[in-house]
Structure formats: C-alpha cells, structure tokens
Nanobody, 124 residues
Framework: QVQLVESGGGLVQAGGSLRLSCAAS????????MGWFRQAPGKEREFVARINRGGVPTAYADSVQGRFTISRDNARNTVYLQMNSLKPEDTAVYYCAADFGRLPVRDSNKYDYWGQGTQVTVSS
C-alpha cells in the first residue's frame, strides 16, 4: 500500500505561481514513478507530468510544457509540481499518483495509488 497526501493548492492570480507537494508513505518511495494529474469541473482527469524513480522528468502535457516542473526528493519521500505563469484554464483539482510500472505512461488507469487531491484556482 502507498498513501499519498497532496498540499499546496490555493487561489492565485493569473501569471502567478504555486508549488504543490505530495508526501508518500508505505512502500519504498524509489520503487515507483510518480505522476501529476488534474481534473477540472465537467472534464475528464488529464495527465500533467511524470517523473521516474531516479528523479528524471519523463513527460509533460503540451499544455504545461515550459511552465510546470515536476521534481522529487527521494530522501523526503516527496514529489513536487512547480507551476509558473498560471492561467485560468489551469484551474482544477490536482492529484498525485504512484505507478509501479516501468513504461512512461500518461494513462491514469495505469497508476496504482492516488492522493485525495488539492484544489488550484487561478483567477483572471
């Protein structure tokens, strides 16, 4: 079992920044890759970013490339999502997820454990 707890969400103006954190516990943190997803009201959950076990980002959604940065601190069992130049369309609940697989997948169905989510609201 893996437990994931997100934090760092909030309300920010367009152009601003936020850093999300996801603290993991349970299994050995370096046993799995981590991803961030988001879900806006009335929309399906969508992939945002993924990082491998060693801390190398392996994928970003086109919509966040160049603005968001995923990272992880394996000593702290924590993954981060630094979000810069935020836009109103980034408003969503953001989830972190753990994937024990080896392929750099973006499909949420391939992820094994999920956090409860943290709300990010970007005002125009």
């Amino acid at each position: 079992q893996v437990q994931l707890v997100e934090s760092g969400g909030g309300l920010v103006q367009a152009g601003g920044s936020l850093r999300l954190s996801c603290a993991a516990s349970g299994r050995t943190f370096t046993d799995y890759a981590m991803g961030w997803f988001r879900q806006a009201p009335g929309k399906e959950r969508e992939f945002v970013a993924r990082i491998n076990r060693g801390g190398v980002p392996t994928a970003y959604a086109d919509s966040v490339q160049g603005r968001f940065t995923i990272s992880r601190d394996n000593a702290r069992n924590t993954v981060y999502l630094q979000m810069n130049s935020l836009k109103p369309e980034d408003t969503a609940v953001y989830y972190c997820a753990a994937d024990f697989g080896r392929l750099p997948v973006r499909d949420s169905n391939k992820y094994d454990y999920w956090g409860q989510g943290t709300q990010v609201t970007v005002s125009s």
